[in-house]
T-cell receptor, first 112, second 113 residues
Framework: GENVEQHPSTLSVQEGDSAVIKCTYSDSASNYFPWYKQELGKGPQLIIDIRSNVGEKKDQRIAVTLNKTAKHFSLHITETQPEDSAVYFCAASIPGFQKLVFGTGTRLLVSP | KAGVTQTPRYLIKTRGQQVTLSCSPISGHRSVSWYQQTPGQGLQFLFEYFSETQRNKGNFPGRFSGRQFSNSRSEMNVSTLELGDSALYLC????????????FGPGTRLTVT
């Protein structure tokens, strides 16, 4: 079955720096790759997603890139702010299935 | 538009008991999926319901079950609770099958003692 690996497990940056989180998936049939942000005591919040027919997608300070050949996708956050501090999860799913397979999460800490 | 709601938010049960958790999806959403989140195993898929039918099931024992009602609301049940069932149970809703975007509720924190 699908397996998603996520790195790093923790990431500390200074406010204003950029942060990059990387994921690798195993099932080449996967075609949908969302990213979630989870704050303490809350459920995961969908922040951006990308489909396999697109190489890059951007939404203000966040962007996601996808390399289908290498089965890699990454989350890029620019101009980080303290409120970006949270746990970020990548996920993948295959066509026709609502099942999301999640990475193990990255704890991002943005220091003022 | 209201988000996904889950009740109760917190629950404490004893080993051997059973528990029922409830999820109301976003208005107009017809697919509901359930996930278990633990520090050790992370986020794991339990099952998905669409049009009152279970469409997919994760690798969990038969003690975990669910159902969906005609108004798309869903419940999940865990029987004969074990200590290892302590977790955050998350419900996610989406428009329907083939629509990837899933929106999560705040979860139900279940503690089994």
């Amino acid at each position: 079955g699908e397996n998603v690996e996520q790195h790093p497990s923790t990431l500390s940056v200074q406010e204003g720096d950029s942060a990059v989180i990387k994921c690798t998936y195993s099932d080449s049939a996967s075609n949908y790759f969302p990213w979630y942000k989870q704050e303490l005591g809350k459920g995961p919040q969908l922040i951006i997603d990308i489909r396999s027919n697109v190489g890059e997608k951007k939404d203000q300070r966040i962007a996601v890139t996808l390399n289908k050949t290498a089965k890699h996708f990454s989350l890029h956050i620019t101009e980080t702010q303290p409120e970006d501090s949270a746990v970020y999860f990548c996920a993948a799913s295959i066509p026709g299935f609502q099942k999301l397979v999640f990475g193990t999460g990255t704890r991002l800490l943005v220091s003022p | 538009k209201a988000g996904v709601t889950q009740t109760p938010r917190y629950l404490i049960k004893t080993r051997g008991q059973q528990v029922t958790l409830s999820c109301s999806p976003i208005s107009g959403h017809r697919s509901v999926s359930w996930y278990q989140q633990t520090p050790g195993q992370g986020l794991q898929f339990l099952f998905e319901y669409f049009s009152e039918t279970q469409r997919n099931k994760g690798n969990f024992p038969g003690r975990f079950s669910g159902r969906q009602f005609s108004n798309s609301r869903s419940e999940m049940n865990v029987s004969t609770l074990e200590l290892g069932d302590s977790a955050l149970y998350l419900c996610a809703s989406s428009l329907g099958r083939g629509h990837g975007e899933q929106y999560f509720g705040p979860g139900t924190r279940l503690t089994v003692t």
